[in-house]
């Protein structure tokens, strides 16, 4: 079930490519390549360049949800190892990836 407009642009542009412009023939598939790129590559690039500056800029106290869904505090960051230690509850610690932390809560 194709649309219509569609189907005449292919079609039309199918008998023209033996003897027409090569560019055309192509058009389809620059368009469908372009329409990827800006629908989902860059969005997702974004996305991942903004979560890493999320992680670069967490700081001792910030309250933060995990890839896991658990809430906490972040009572300490070990550069080396790339670690938070987050307080889920009251004296219960984990050590957690600094890349499985999702997002920081905002207080209020």
Known sequence: MAVPFL???F?????????GNP?????????IALIFYFLI???????QKEHKQMVEALQKGDRVVTAGGFHGTIRGINDEKDVVVLEIANNVKAELSRGSISRVVKEG
């Open 11 to 19: 079609q039309q542009g199918a008998g023209e490519a033996a003897g």
């Open 41 to 47: 590559m860059r969005p997702q690039s974004k996305r």
């Open 7 to 9: 189907a005449a642009f």
């Open 23 to 31: 560019l055309l023939a192509f058009l389809p598939f620059i368009l």
